[in-house]
């Protein structure tokens, strides 16, 4: 089935620790995403990426990176520059808005 | 830059009645709009996408309106059960020179009672 899988569902992230999120797509979408969701919250932008080897900063890029070397897959390293990474974190794609877009089941990261 | 207002913020309605989900945006430069569901602790599912040429969509129960020139959309339920109660999310997609990106509503989190 085509969906988006995101991986792992739980992580726990010591202070100064970098870590990375999974994101990996088979619905052949040009388009990936990354939203943070803080609890009672909407969504809030990270990065995008439009095309394989190209990707933009969203609204809350600080202490964040991303990269795209593949259409498939675009992960999220999340540095120990950002000082408040305890959030749920959704991946999504879409192939412009031509048609909906989907979203993963999301990675929960911890600071412990 | 876009804002995305959903009110209220939460909604308690007994089985059977219709749920009337409101959201408001501010630039009416929009492609498109979807409204998506969301479960506790899970990812967003989406319900309905309409694009800014339309004026509704319809998916069963579910029916969204949509009036650019006053920045409204609007999501309807009709007869609701309880499986229904989620936090039900709405987001205004940009042109693809802005990256196609999605503006979110804070979300409407629906209870139904049985």
């Known amino acids: 089935d085509g969906g988006i899988t995101q991986s792992p569902k739980y992580l726990f992230r010591k202070e100064g620790q970098n870590v990375t999120l999974s994101c990996e797509q088979n619905?052949?979408?040009?388009?990936m995403y990354w939203y943070r969701q803080d609890p009672g919250q909407g969504l809030r932008l990270i990065y995008y990426s439009q095309i394989v080897n190209d990707f933009q900063k969203g609204d809350i890029a600080e202490g964040y990176s991303v990269s795209r070397e593949k259409k498939e897959s675009f992960p999220l390293t999340v540095t120990s520059a950002q000082k408040n990474p305890t959030a749920f974190y959704l991946c999504?794609?879409?192939?412009?808005?031509?048609?909906?877009?989907?979203f993963g089941q999301g990675t929960r990261l911890t600071v412990v | 830059k876009q804002e995305v207002t959903q009110i209220p913020a939460a909604l308690s309605v007994p089985e059977g009645e219709n749920l009337v989900l409101n959201c408001s945006f501010t630039?009416?430069?929009?492609?498109?709009l979807q409204w998506f569901r969301q479960d506790p602790g899970k990812g967003l599912t989406s319900l309905l996408l309409i694009q800014s040429s339309q004026r509704e969509q319809t998916s069963g129960r579910l029916n969204a309106s949509l009036d650019k020139s006053s920045g409204r959309s609007t999501l309807y339920i009709a007869a609701s059960q309880p499986g229904d109660s989620a936090t039900y999310l709405c987001?205004?997609?940009?042109?693809?020179?802005?990256?196609?990106?999605?503006?979110f509503g804070g979300g409407t989190r629906v209870l139904v009672k049985p």
């Open positions: 987001a205004v997609g940009a042109f693809k020179a802005a990256g196609n990106k999605l503006t």
């Open positions: 999504a794609s879409s192939n412009g808005g031509r048609t909906e877009a989907f």
């Open positions: 630039d009416s430069a929009i492609y498109n």
């Open positions: 619905l052949n979408h040009d388009a």
